[in-house]
């Protein structure tokens, strides 16, 4: 299976694509081993490097301009709460929406409108960033502007943001989110 194989997949959980690949009778087991995989791989696959500093910087400074931070993700709540954890992360956002907490996965916008509710903003009060299609057209099905972010791997992509940004340091230099 190639990444594009895998792209097909999304649209659900971890759990959701699983059980699509396996079939439900062998479901529970392969869950449970993904998760343990998962956890216990975690920190070998997901490099803490400069750019894992740069993103930390640049919540950090969101929350010192009185920025809400909250998270939606097509993974799932467990998935989330390991990464988080693992990262140690797990104190930095006011909000989390995983596929678990929405009938309707990305592109959706349903996950977004939780977050606007949540904080009680329009649209308009808004930023969405995101690295992949599914997340841009979630945030524009939403009315939200987006940045799409090319700080893992460039992507091109084919619906197109509003803002693109190549490291996280542009959303402090470049961008209107302007230090107060």
């Known amino acids: 299976m190639d990444e594009s194989d895998i792209e097909k997949l999304f649209g659900g959980s971890e759990e959701d694509i699983i059980r699509k690949v396996v079939g ?10 993904f998760y343990n995989n998962y956890s216990d791989l975690h920190d070998s696959l997901v490099i803490q490097d400069r750019l894992f500093n740069e993103i930390k910087e640049l919540l950090l400074f969101l929350e010192k301009n009185s920025k809400s931070l909250s998270i939606f993700t097509g993974k799932g709540k467990r998935s989330l709460e390991i990464s988080l954890r ?10 989390l929406v995983s596929d678990d907490d929405v009938e309707n996965s990305k592109p959706h916008k349903e996950g977004l409108l939780k977050i606007l509710n949540h904080f009680g903003v329009e649209a308009s009060e808004a930023i969405f960033f995101g690295d992949s299609d599914l997340d841009i057209l979630s ?12 700080w893992f791997r460039h992507r091109n992509f084919r619906i197109k943001p509003k803002f693109i940004s190549n490291q996280p340091r542009d959303i402090m230099t470049k961008f209107w989110i302007k230090e107060e």
Request: net charge negative.
């Open 24 to 33: 439900e009778d062998k479901a529970s087991e392969a869950v449970e081993l």
């Open 139 to 150: 945030a524009n099905q939403a009315y939200i502007d987006s940045i799409g972010v090319n």
């Open 86 to 95: 693992k990262l140690g992360l797990d104190n930095t956002f006011q909000y």
